[in-house]
């Protein structure tokens, strides 16, 4: 079944007339994984916030459907609570809140939708250990408030025990490679493919075709100037890697 479908969307820097999406179409199935590359400034990073309703952008034109109703009917949360997830390219920090708190909160805020009962803490910590473990990370990281002070890698594995913890229908994640040492990105590439079932899917934003090696993609687009401009198959990547997107 179709997860997301998303039609001549175009979208502006909110309260002004700077176009960056100039009609996007793109279509994700259960149980695919997309990649989507492009130059610096191609509006990669745009068009996944628009998605989860970054109010920096607003949207001009076309649609965005996931799991058959109108994205862009909902808040940003209720996409959240829907199953859509986003990684950031640049993770917030979230002061005064523990990070088990809050993955605790974020969870049962999706469970609440998915009309499954809260998890109480001890019922959570179960859930969550394994999880952690996965990701090669230490409990220590539950009790520190949210990102605070986390190293860039230590950032990206916690984006994807989020993701984990959510059990999201489509992971948006955003250069999630970027700063990442070869330890760091198998870990959280390996977590990544554990979380894969034939009812989710994933798509990634990437400039290296490397993150590519470890999770392999279905269908590899080339954005540019604010629109997919290409779709192809992993080769699509190589070619990128070979000769750079002038080639294409
Ligand atoms: P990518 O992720 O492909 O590198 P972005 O989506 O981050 O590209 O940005 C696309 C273009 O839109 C860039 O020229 C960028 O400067 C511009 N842009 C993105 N967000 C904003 C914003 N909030 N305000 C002004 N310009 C923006
Ligand atoms: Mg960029
Ligand atoms: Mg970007």
Same mark, same amino acid.
Do not use: W
């Given at each position: 079944?179709?997860l997301? $479908?998303?039609?001549? +969307?175009?979208a502006?820097?909110? /309260?002004? #007339?700077?176009?960056?999406?100039?009609?996007? /179409?793109?279509?994700?199935? $259960? *149980?695919?994984?997309?990649?989507?590359?492009g130059?610096? *400034?191609?509006?990669?990073?745009?068009?996944?916030?628009?998605?989860?309703?970054?109010?920096?952008?607003?949207?001009?034109?076309g649609?965005?459907?996931f799991?058959? #109703?109108?994205?862009?009917?909902?808040?940003?949360?209720?996409?959240?609570?829907?199953?859509?997830?986003m990684?950031?390219?640049?993770?917030?920090e979230?002061?005064?809140?523990?990070?088990?708190?809050f +993955?605790?909160?974020?969870?049962?805020?999706?469970?609440?939708?998915l009309?499954?009962? #809260?998890?109480?803490?001890?019922?959570?910590?179960?859930?969550?250990?394994?999880?952690?473990?996965?990701l090669?990370?230490?409990?220590?990281?539950?009790?520190?408030?949210?990102? $605070?002070?986390?190293?860039?890698?230590?950032k990206?594995?916690?984006?994807?025990?989020?993701?984990a913890?959510?059990?999201? /229908? +489509?992971?948006?994640?955003?250069e999630?490679?970027?700063g990442?040492?070869v330890?760091?990105?198998?870990?959280?590439?390996?977590?990544?493919?554990?979380?894969?079932?034939?009812?989710?899917?994933?798509?990634m934003?990437?400039?290296? #075709?490397?993150?590519?090696?470890?999770?392999?993609? /279905?269908?590899?687009?080339?954005?540019?100037?604010?629109?997919?401009?290409?779709? *192809?198959?992993?080769?699509?990547?190589?070619?990128?890697?070979?000769?750079?997107?002038?080639?294409?």
């Open positions: 079944a179709v997301l $479908e998303v039609r001549d +969307l175009k502006r820097v909110a /309260d002004s #007339e700077t176009e960056i999406l100039r009609g996007v /179409d793109l279509t994700i199935r $259960e *149980g695919e994984v997309h990649a989507i590359m130059k610096n *400034g191609s509006g990669k990073s745009t068009f996944a916030k628009v998605l989860v309703g970054h109010p920096d952008y607003e949207v001009t034109a649609s965005a459907g799991k058959n #109703e109108n994205l862009f009917d909902k808040e940003p949360e209720e996409r959240s609570h829907a199953g859509l997830f990684s950031f390219q640049s993770p917030i979230v002061p005064g809140v523990s990070n088990d708190e +993955l605790r909160m974020a969870c049962n805020a999706r469970r609440a939708a009309n499954k009962p #809260e998890l109480p803490p001890l019922e959570f910590f179960a859930h969550l250990m394994p999880k952690l473990k996965a090669n990370m230490s409990p220590t990281f539950l009790n520190r408030n949210v990102n $605070e002070g986390f190293s860039g890698g230590e990206k594995r916690n984006e994807i025990l989020q993701l913890v959510l059990e999201a /229908d +489509l992971a948006l994640l955003d999630i490679d970027s990442l040492d330890d760091a990105l198998r870990d959280v590439a390996n977590a990544i493919n554990g979380l894969r079932t034939s009812k989710n899917a994933v798509l934003i990437t400039h290296h #075709e490397r993150l590519l090696d470890y999770i392999h993609p /279905d269908y590899v687009h080339i954005m540019d100037n604010g629109r997919i401009v290409r779709t *192809g198959d992993s080769s699509l990547a190589q070619i990128v890697h070979k000769e750079g997107y002038t080639a294409l």
